[in-house]
C-alpha cells in the first residue's frame, strides 16, 4: 500500500503499545461495540457484521462473511462495503491503543474483486501516533488469514473525547 503524505506518520513517531492502563488489548476488543453499528453490530440485520478476533501486540484481526445484501455488481463485494470492513478493522486497531479515534481520511486499494461468498480476514496496525493523529494501514485477504490480498488501506483517526459521540444531533 502506497500511503499518501496525509496517512504517513512523521519519521519520529513512535507505535504506542497496544492495550490501557493493565487491560488487555484482547479485553478493550471485546469491551465494547455498539450493537446498531453497521459494521459490527450483532443486532444489525442487513450490516457487516465484522468480528473482532484477536490483537496480538502488533496488530488486530477479524472477519466478515460477503452476502448477496452486499453486492455491487452481479456476484460481487461493493467497494464501498469493502472499505467500511477496513475502517472496521483500522478502527479497532486505533482503540486497541486504548485511544477512542474515529476516521478522518482512509485510503483504499482494490487488488482483485470479492465474490458473494468469500470469508474476508482483515488485519490492521498502527504506524506511528503523533498527538492526536493515529496513523494505521490494513489489508483484507480472500479465504483464509494467508489468502489472497484483495484490499489494502492507508488511514489516519483522530483521537477525540467522549464529547464527540455526545453532541447534540
Ligand atoms: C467510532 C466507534 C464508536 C462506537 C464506540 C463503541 C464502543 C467501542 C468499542 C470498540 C471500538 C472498536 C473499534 C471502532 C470501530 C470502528 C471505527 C469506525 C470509525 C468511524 O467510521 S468514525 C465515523 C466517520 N468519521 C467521522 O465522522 C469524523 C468526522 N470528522 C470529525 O469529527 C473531525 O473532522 C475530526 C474529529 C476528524 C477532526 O476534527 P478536529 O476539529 O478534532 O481536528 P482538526 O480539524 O483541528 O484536525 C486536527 C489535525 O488533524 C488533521 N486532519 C484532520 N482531518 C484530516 C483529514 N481528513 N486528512 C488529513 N488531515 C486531517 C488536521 O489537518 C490537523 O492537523 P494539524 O494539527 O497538523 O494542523
Redesign the pocket.
Known amino acids: 500500500m502506497t500511503a499518501s503524505p496525509?496517512?504517513t506518520p512523521p519519521p519520529d513517531a513512535a507505535v504506542p503499545p497496544q492495550g490501557m492502563g493493565g487491560i488487555s488489548p484482547e479485553d478493550?476488543?471485546q469491551?465494547?461495540?455498539?450493537n446498531g453499528?453497521f459494521?459490527?453490530g450483532e443486532g444489525h440485520e442487513s450490516g457487516l457484521r465484522f468480528q473482532?478476533t484477536s490483537a496480538d501486540g502488533e496488530a488486530v484481526y477479524g472477519h466478515f462473511t460477503v452476502t448477496e445484501q452486499h453486492q455491487g455488481s452481479p456476484g460481487l463485494a461493493h467497494g464501498g462495503l469493502l472499505a467500511?470492513a477496513m475502517?472496521?478493522?483500522?478502527?479497532?486497531?486505533?482503540?486497541?491503543l486504548g485511544r477512542?479515534?474515529?476516521?478522518?481520511?482512509?485510503e483504499t486499494d482494490y487488488r482483485i474483486p470479492v465474490p458473494v461468498g468469500s470469508v474476508v480476514h482483515l488485519k490492521a496496525w498502527c504506524t506511528g501516533v503523533?498527538?492526536?493523529?493515529i496513523y494505521l494501514q490494513g489489508e483484507g485477504r480472500i479465504g483464509s488469514p494467508d489468502g489472497p490480498v484483495a484490499i489494502q488501506a492507508a488511514a489516519?483517526?483522530?483521537e477525540?473525547s467522549r464529547e464527540?459521540?455526545l453532541g447534540e444531533r
Do not use: I, N, P, Q
Open positions: 496525509a496517512t478493550l476488543l469491551s465494547g461495540g455498539y453499528c459494521g459490527c473482532r467500511t475502517d472496521e478493522v483500522l478502527g479497532t486497531a486505533a482503540w486497541s477512542m479515534a474515529v476516521t478522518g481520511r482512509l503523533d498527538g492526536r493523529k489516519l483517526f483522530l477525540v464527540h459521540f
